[in-house]
């Protein structure tokens, strides 16, 4: 193994998500609803928001972080999209585009659905507790305290004496070659002023609107 070799290409791992996003047809499909510019130094905008969520399955918490991961794939895609550039697209991006591109995204996702339902073995669902949960989807839900000042007339700390925000987390598991599943937050009024006021209504409140990010669910003949 070395390091000092030439055309190495860091995070090569995250190659393979940039390149499914493109073969699967999400980044074609983004380019239909972003918008589109003619000029020589015009950016494409898809590519740019596909370039950016890879980045942050880096880690990059902002923009300019995003800028410098996507450096190290130069080669294979390309120059680094900038950061003002990406702060253009998000700063245009109002709620009707996003409505358009959570359907673009359903309709992605029902595609590649679709293909895994294809293959030799079939969709690859679940089997909990040896029961095969064929044509099901299953939404995990937990909670964490992020820890932060509060200021708050009448806050309430949790069990452990702590101030923070509540962030319900809904985990997708669909696949047992994924078996951590994906962890993402599902939108809400998080910041509460007592935290213990997450009940259990919360969450069920939460795990209804769930099903909306993926659209309808698909559910092939037994």
């Given at each position: 193994m070395?390091?000092d070799?030439?055309g190495?290409?860091?995070?090569?791992?995250?190659?393979?998500?940039?390149k499914?996003?493109?073969?699967?047809?999400?980044?074609?499909?983004?380019?239909?609803?972003?918008?589109s510019?003619?000029?020589?130094?015009?950016r494409?905008?898809?590519?740019?928001?596909?370039?950016?969520v890879?980045a942050?399955?880096?880690?990059?918490?902002?923009?300019?972080?995003?800028?410098q991961?996507?450096l190290?794939h130069?080669?294979?895609f390309?120059?680094?999209?900038?950061?003002?550039?990406l702060?253009r697209?998000?700063s245009t991006?109002?709620?009707?585009?996003?409505?358009?591109?959570?359907?673009?995204?359903?309709?992605?996702?029902?595609?590649?659905?679709t293909?895994?339902?294809?293959?030799?073995g079939g969709?690859?669902?679940?089997t909990?507790a040896?029961?095969?949960?064929?044509?099901?989807?299953?939404?995990?839900?937990?909670?964490t305290v992020?820890?932060?000042?509060?200021?708050?007339?009448?806050?309430?700390?949790?069990?452990?004496?702590?101030?923070?925000?509540?962030?319900?987390?809904?985990r997708?598991?669909?696949?047992?070659?994924?078996?951590?599943?994906?962890?993402?937050?599902?939108?809400?009024?998080?910041d509460?002023?007592?935290?213990e006021?997450?009940?259990?209504?919360?969450?069920?409140?939460k795990?209804t609107?769930?099903p909306?990010?993926?659209?309808?669910?698909v559910?092939?003949?037994?």
């Amino acid at each position: 193994m070395t390091a000092d070799g030439k055309g190495l290409v860091g995070h090569a791992g995250v190659v393979l998500l940039r390149k499914l996003a493109d073969r699967v047809g999400l980044t074609d499909a983004l380019a239909g609803v972003l918008p589109s510019g003619t000029t020589s130094s015009w950016r494409d905008r898809a590519t740019a928001l596909v370039g950016l969520v890879v980045a942050i399955a880096l880690g990059a918490t902002n923009l300019l972080e995003a800028e410098q991961l996507q450096l190290h794939h130069g080669s294979l895609f390309g120059p680094a999209v900038s950061d003002s550039t990406l702060h253009r697209l998000l700063s245009t991006t109002d709620e009707t585009r996003r409505a358009q591109i959570a359907k673009v995204r359903q309709r992605v996702r029902r595609h590649v659905w679709t293909l895994l339902h294809l293959r030799p073995g079939g969709f690859p669902y679940l089997t909990v507790a040896g029961r095969h949960l064929k044509g099901w989807i299953v939404l995990g839900m937990d909670a964490t305290v992020i820890t932060a000042a509060s200021r708050k007339q009448g806050a309430t700390g949790t069990f452990k004496g702590t101030f923070g925000f509540q962030c319900a987390m809904r985990r997708s598991d669909v696949s047992p070659a994924q078996p951590g599943g994906t962890w993402e937050e599902v939108p809400g009024p998080d910041d509460l002023p007592d935290p213990e006021t997450v009940t259990g209504q919360e969450h069920v409140r939460k795990l209804t609107a769930a099903p909306r990010r993926y659209g309808r669910c698909v559910r092939w003949p037994a």
